[in-house]
T-cell receptor
Framework: GENVEQHPSTLSVQEGDSAVIKCTYS??????FPWYKQELGKRPQLIID?????GEKKDQRIAVTLNKTAKHFSLHITETQPEDSAVYFC??????????????FGKGTHLIIQP | DGGITQSPKYLFRKEGQNVTLSCEQN?????MYWYRQDPGQGLRLIYY???????QKGDIAEGYSVSREKKESFPLTVTSAQKNPTAFYLC?????????????FGEGSRLTVL
């Protein structure tokens, strides 16, 4: 099955600075890579995703980059704001026997924005 | 209002008791999932279903059971065989059975074993 590694587990940055969270995956068949944001006590919500036919995708202050050769993808948040403080999860699909077996999530990164 | 509803939000159970968590969606999604969340562990897949009357084990299915008799409903039973059931349980659905699209999550059910 898929193995997703996420780093760092905690990231503290000054408000206004950029934050980068990195993930690696193991299954070369994976073709979809989402990022979810989870605020304390709430449900995870999709903030951005990327498919394997593109190398980068941007949405205002957030961007995701994908390197299929190296099997890693990253989340970039620019001009960080206090409301960016949350836990962020990356994920990738699992495959076995030719079928999809659900999304495998990284262990999460707790992003802390310092005022 | 379209969405995915989990109940109850909080549940307490004595050791040795089975408990069932409800998950209902009105998004007309084919695929539904159950994840378990523990501090520092991320989300781990328990069971998933891509179509009515069919479901598959995820990474941590032992001690759990599910059914998918209706497209809208995917209840999870935590049995007494689950040795450490205290956790936050999240149900999700997707229009993409191939796991290549957004998962929509419910608000979660927090289970505590006394």
């Amino acid at each position: 099955g898929e193995n997703v590694e996420q780093h760092p587990s905690t990231l503290s940055v000054q408000e206004g600075d950029s934050a980068v969270i990195k993930c690696t995956y193991s299954d070369s068949a994976s073709n979809y890579f989402p990022w979810y944001k989870q605020e304390l006590g709430k449900r995870p919500q999709l903030i951005i995703d990327i498919r394997s036919n593109v190398g980068e995708k941007k949405d205002q202050r957030i961007a995701v980059t994908l390197n299929k050769t190296a099997k890693h993808f990253s989340l970039h948040i620019t001009e960080t704001q206090p409301e960016d403080s949350a836990v962020y999860f990356c994920a990738a699909p699992s495959y076995s026997g030719g079928g999809a077996d659900g999304l495998t999530f990284g262990k999460g990164t707790h992003l802390i924005i310092q005022p | 209002d379209g969405g995915i509803t989990q109940s109850p939000k909080y549940l307490f159970r004595k050791e040795g008791q089975n408990v069932t968590l409800s998950c209902e969606q009105n998004l007309n999604h084919d695929a539904m999932y159950w994840y378990r969340q523990d501090p520092g562990q991320g989300l781990r897949l328990i069971y998933y279903s891509q179509i009515v009357n069919d479901f598959q084990k995820g990474d941590i299915a032992e001690g759990y059971s599910v059914s998918r008799e209706k497209k809208e409903s995917f209840p999870l039973t935590v049995t007494s065989a689950q040795k450490n059931p205290t956790a936050f349980y999240l149900c999700a659905s997707s229009i993409y059975p191939e796991n290549t699209g957004e998962l929509f999550f419910g608000e979660g059910s927090r289970l505590t074993v006394l």
